[in-house]
């Protein structure tokens, strides 16, 4: 059982940067898929971003150019560097994670963290 526990949220004005971690307790190495999604109030789940293990990544079209997503096998680690943040930005941001990568992308990835909420405001 993969467990994933994510950092580096927090309070941010807007233009400004913020750089999520994700630690897993196992093995990142048989995840073909990581990544993040992120949930607003009153909005649906949406996917940020992820990474295969060959290292291909896929953005969602709002935050491309400014987001980079990132993962360090050897450290089981995942990132999510964030830039020109803005206040639409602000959700609870999941680190996600899952075999199949069509799963992770058109279904419901297997493992996810607490969530960290991240806040982009004056």
């Known amino acids: 059982q993969l467990q994933l526990v994510e950092s580096g949220g927090g309070f941010v004005q807007p233009g400004g940067s913020l750089r999520l971690s994700c630690a897993s307790s196992?093995?990142?190495?048989?995840?073909?898929?990581m990544g993040w999604y992120r949930q607003a109030p009153g909005h649906q789940r949406e996917l940020v971003a992820d990474?295969?293990?060959?290292?291909?990544?896929n953005y969602a079209d709002s935050v491309k150019g400014r987001f980079t997503i990132s993962r360090v096998n050897a450290k089981n680690t995942v990132y999510l560097q964030m830039n020109s943040l803005k206040p639409e930005d602000t959700a609870v941001y999941y680190c996600?994670?899952?075999?199949?990568?069509?799963?992770?992308?058109?279904?419901?990835?297997?493992?996810w963290g607490q969530g960290t909420q991240v806040t982009v405001a004056s």
């Open positions: 996600t994670a899952d075999i199949l990568i069509d799963v992770y992308r058109f279904g419901v990835p297997r493992y």
């Open positions: 196992g093995s990142m190495s048989s995840m073909n898929a």
């Open positions: 990474i295969t293990s060959g290292g291909s990544t």
